[in-house]
């Protein structure tokens, strides 16, 4: 389901607050804020029905860093997310969950999410508020069931303190507990890179980036539309041309029209979280230009925009494309101390 979109008028308004010190929370002078960056579209997540606070947020930051949310107590959402590469897992092809064990997927950077239709690679998540509970229950992540998360998080004075700062009440649910990931996951917005102020007319870009930034238009644009720098579909980009490992969107849909399509990333802080792909394939953005250029695989899903032989790229076309990407990054947003863990 989606939540009806607020007015500009409203999802624009900053909101600030404050609250009592309450170790416990984090939230003490905390100003939290939910926008819309200039150029960007309405989000689908308005938190109409969930009000943004500093209380809220710390909760919910509290939770995406407590490992108590797997069934071992040693894997969080921070495990895989980790702020410094944009909250993608740093130097992992594939997510590690409890017992060491390994996923099937890359961990992809977390931003924005307020804009987001559906999440994961395969869109089988259609709802922010929903989201956490994927991992939380994948057996090879957290492995744990949203029950005894709840029954673990009542036997906690501290957080029963937090959730009646948060939602008035020391009545833990799961409903409450996801609104409050929600409040933390929802403000994550980064949309401060030097494309961002290139964009704003705040600087310019050098002869490379503009270069890069031309041929992206050309050659990339059709699928990373700015300014999410994601069309948010599922596609299939000829990674494989059988998909027996992993069938992408159609494990979701089983419809085989979408084996082998998986959703485009946005590409903000692409530097940042490799290895790329949905499966981490690609250790550099030149390993990832250097498949568009001549390594696609042909099969019956592929995407129409790639049925060439591939995307004619020089050498220095791609050194200037991968200057262009290097504009993406988010500075302010990975060092935003409001989304670090608070010990």
Not at 103 to 108: A, D, K, L, Q, Y
Not at 125 to 145: F, G, W
Not at 268 to 276: H, Q, S
Not at 293 to 313: E, F, H, M, N, V
Request: aromatic share 10%; with cysteine; proline share 5%.
């Amino acid at each position: 389901m989606k939540l009806k979109v607020f007015s500009l008028w409203l999802a624009t308004i900053t909101l600030f607050g404050a609250c009592t010190k309450d170790e416990s929370s984090g939230s003490e002078g905390l100003s939290v804020s939910f926008y819309i960056p200039d150029g960007f579209p309405q989000p689908v997540y308005t938190f109409q029905n969930n009000k943004i606070t500093p209380a809220g947020f710390s909760l919910g930051r509290k939770l995406f860093y407590d490992p108590i949310l797997s069934r071992d107590s040693t894997t969080s959402c921070g495990s895989c997310h980790q702020q410094f590469v944009a909250f993608a897992n740093a130097g992992h092809a594939l997510s590690h969950g409890v017992d060491n064990q390994l996923g099937n997927r890359n961990s992809p950077g977390l931003f924005n999410m307020a804009w987001f239709p559906n999440f994961m690679w395969d869109g089988g998540v259609n709802h922010l508020e929903v989201q956490p509970l994927a991992p939380i229950t994948n057996p090879v992540e957290m492995d744990e069931s949203i029950s005894n998360v709840i029954f673990k998080l009542q036997r906690s004075d501290a957080y029963k303190s937090m959730f009646s700062a948060a939602f008035g009440t020391d009545s833990i649910t799961v409903q409450l507990t996801m609104r409050a990931m929600a409040q933390f996951m929802g403000a994550m917005i980064s949309a401060d890179s030097r494309y961002d102020q290139y964009r704003a007319g705040k600087i310019n870009l050098s002869a490379s980036e503009m270069n890069g930034l031309q041929l992206f238009r050309t050659h990339c644009e059709n699928c990373h539309k700015e300014p999410l720098l994601t069309d948010m579909l599922f596609r299939n980009n000829g990674l494989d041309s059988v998909f027996n490992k992993d069938a992408g969107r159609a494990v979701i849909t089983h419809l085989p029209q979408d084996s082998g399509l998986f959703r485009v990333p946005s590409l903000r802080n692409v530097a940042l979280t490799d290895p790329y792909m949905h499966d981490g394939r690609f250790i550099s953005l030149s390993q990832v230009l250097d498949h568009y250029t001549s390594g696609i695989r042909q099969s019956a899903t592929l995407d129409p925009l790639l049925l060439s032989s591939g995307i004619p790229l020089t050498s220095q076309d791609k050194t200037d494309i991968i200057s262009f990407l290097n504009t993406l990054t988010d500075h302010k947003y990975i060092n935003d101390a409001r989304f670090k863990e608070v010990q």
